[in-house]
């Protein structure tokens, strides 16, 4: 009977034990599986977990020694799921910061492939809906992911899904990105109390990302691909903060974003209008303009606002004008250094019709002439208008893409050609007028050549006119300044001409060698005059193709100059005696001098004008070969004096510089009467000058 009933007491505890086994079983597999989700990283399913462990299991056992202990764990391990969590977001972050250039690389494409197609339709509209825009992709997949639970393991974030009918192309921006750790995190704080502290903690690290984002490197200006790294960064950073926005419930708001934005798009800009401004080619700074312009398009496409980076280009487009000025400064110089300042000679039709093609010149004269002809002007002619119709083009290629009218554009590039006309082409042409070496066959030629640029003025006129669509009749329509730059450097080339005349004059003068002292003239002019004559007879023919005034004013300057010059070799301190026979010789010179005048050098003189260059000379060698002091002494100061011309003053200088002669004329002279004669005679007219200067002055 004992034996039963211990039997009976065993078969009790064994049940009552199988009860309990039953009991805490399933707590030591939750507790195991809660062990395995946290070894595999499943934080979010491991939290679940411990809360059916905590408040299912936990209390059935809680009697239990172990369970004690597991209760006592219980907050250490919600405090290990959210270490881990956190452990997982921080490495996310750190990965998108490694990949923010990809991202952006990515996302920049997209846009770019946008805006081809775009391009496309717009030149071939098609029929039927076409691919959603980044905007329309936003709002369906925002809604896609407001449908997917958080506690899904395959969250894996991405915006851009591609329908599989549709071609295949770039993948979305946030293809590359699994953003499931930071909705699990998310989650997991939410659940855990603590979503505040998670959402100070992202927006705080993406906050300091941003700023190490938008430090530019020191060398970016150096090359295309330091500016375009820049760029892949930031807008990588901002395509992952606008995905955040719209999959999550307020971990980060479209304040913040725009908060961030605002100080990415003053950090950017800075940095853009520091980096540029070191920029010095003018390709560089036209595919960084395309680059930003895509880089504003992209952003655009997330629903930031670039007004601002636009406003900046335009910034930018005055350094790119800046650029091609020096550009093109240099490309003049090259085309005026190389020309050889000679015209085109043409041996053929096709020569002929190449030239008339890249310069609007028409002359029916020259069409009639047989070949070989010659174009009036030089090659510097076609090759400066050329090149200043691919400025204009080169201007136009940086205004493309801006969003800007038909006027600003017309506006932009006529201010630029402006400034390339009047500044940089003016510039070039007044250093190689300026240049030392240039000789007058090189002046003459320039005259001639910006004659012709000039009338050309209105070919470029038309030019722009045709590319922007403008009217120049349009009221804000700004005039081109051609014709101001080209008159200028022709009136410069001719007050050069009028300048290096005279210097020649002047080098022939310095050979003049007169013998003051010869008793007799000799039979013909002297050999540095003749010379002198011929250099210029042989100047003035190459005139024949200057415009008439100038010719004229040329040849009037030069005898003027060679009248002015000879009366003052004449009237030198160094001289200081001269015979009648010096005077006889010197009058020879003046002679040809007149003849010169007479012969016609320049045509289009009326009547004995150009001779009159030599009038004072004339009159003042007429009185003293004449010795017709009587005349001139009775008629000083009437309006038809026959001696008007002679100053007394100069009189009297060189009627001083004979009596000297006469007095030391011979040893003897103050014994023979007629020396003593002609002694007084020229003391008297000296006094009589002397006079007449005196009461001329008073």
Known sequence: MEELRQCRLQQRNISATVDKLTLCLPVLEMYSKLREQMKSKRHYPALKTLEHLEHTFLPQVSHYRFCKVMVDNIPRLREEIKELSMSDLKDFLESIRKHSDKIGETAMKQAQQQRNLDNIVSQQPRIGGGKKSKKEFSASSELEVKNTSPMSEQDSGILDVEDEDEEEEVPGAQDLVDFS???????????????????????????????????????????????????????????????????????VSRAYIDELWEMALSKTIAALRTHSSYCSDPSLVLDLKNLIVLFADTLQGYGFPVNQLFDMLLEIQDQYSETLLKKWAGVFRNILDSDNYSPIPVSNEEVYRKIVGQFPFQDAELEK???????????????VYSQIKEFIYACLKFSEDLHLSSTEVDDMIRKSTNLLLTRTLSNCLQNVIKRKNVGLTELVQIIINTTHLEKSCKFLEEFITNITNVLPETVHTTKLYGTTTFKDARHAAEEEIYTNLNQKIDQFLQLADYDWMAPEPGSRASEYLVDLIGFLRRTFAVFTHLPGKVAQTACMSACKHLSTSLLQLLLEAEVRQLTLGALHQFNLDVEECEQFARSGPVPGFQGDTLQLAFIDLRQLLDLFIQWDWSTYLADYGQPTC??????????????????????????FAQFRKNERDKQKLIDTVAKQLRGLINSHHS
């Open 181 to 251: 750790p930071v909705y699990r995190c998310l989650h997991i704080y939410s659940v855990l109390g603590a979503r505040e502290t998670f959402e100070s903690y992202y927006r705080k690290q993406r906050r300091k990302q941003a700023r190490l984002v938008l430090q530019p490197p020191s060398n970016m200006h150096e090359t295309l691909d330091g500016y375009r790294k820049y760029f892949n960064q930031i807008v990588g950073f901002f395509v992952v903060e606008d995905h955040i926005l719209h999959t999550t419930q307020g971990l």
């Open 369 to 383: 002439q047989p070949f070989p002809k010659k174009f009036p002007f030089s090659e510097f002619v076609p090759k």
């Open 642 to 667: 026959k001696y008007l011309r002679v100053n007394p003053n100069t009189a009297l200088t060189l009627l001083e510089k004979m009596r000297d002669t006469s007095r030391k004329n011979n040893v």
